[in-house]
């Protein structure tokens, strides 16, 4: 089973930026889809990003033009960085592969926490 290693995650005020990594136990090249997710307190999970090729890449609407999603299949990795960070942003951020576009098999990491101060 692969496993999924979330790294990045801090304390950043208002306007600055993070970057955080996924990285997996194993390739990536014949996974489907790699997202990142986020939970606040209180909050349903959400889909922040997630790319499928450089051509087919999805990102939450608040998000977008702040966070850019990349994945490097030679190294097994996924970053999101994150750029003018909000209060908002705050909360526990996972990584999510979605194994083959035909079948419901997913593989979630342990996540790694944002806070955001004002």
């Known amino acids: 089973q692969m496993q999924l290693v979330e790294s990045g995650g801090g304390l950043v005020q208002a306007g600055g930026s993070l970057t955080l990594s996924c990285t997996a136990s194993?390739?990536?090249?014949?996974?489907?889809?790699m997202g990142w997710y986020r939970q606040a307190p209180g909050k349903e999970r959400e889909r922040v990003a997630s790319i499928v090729t450089a051509d087919n890449i999805n990102y939450l609407d608040s998000v977008l033009g702040r966070f850019t999603i990349s994945r490097f299949n030679a190294n097994n990795t996924v970053i999101l960085q994150m750029n003018n960070l909000k209060p908002e942003d705050t909360g526990d951020y996972f990584c999510?592969?979605?194994?083959?576009?035909?079948?419901?098999?997913?593989?979630w990491g342990q996540g790694t926490h944002v806070t955001v101060s004002s």
């Open positions: 194993r390739s990536i090249g014949s996974i489907y889809r």
């Open positions: 999510r592969a979605k194994l083959s576009k035909l079948s419901s098999v997913e593989v």
